[in-house]
């Protein structure tokens, strides 16, 4: 059998860097389609760095 991806990369956090796959908890901004991990989101409380509206958990 080929190899089967166990786990789907979503994308990266903005801020870090880290790579964010489906079933963790990350933040996302619907406006910048922008993802921010659980992380990097005790510093941004919640709020896209970008346009400072509010990130939606995921
Ligand atoms: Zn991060
Ligand atoms: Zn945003």
Do not use: H, W
């Amino acid at each position: 059998m080929a190899y089967v991806a166990k786990t789907l990369m979503i994308g990266r956090c903005r801020r870090c860097g880290k790579k964010v796959y489906k079933g963790d908890d990350y933040l996302f901004c619907e406006n910048c389609k922008l993802i921010l991990c659980i992380e990097c989101n005790k510093e941004a409380r919640g709020v896209c760095p970008a346009c400072q509206s509010a990130l939606k958990l995921m």
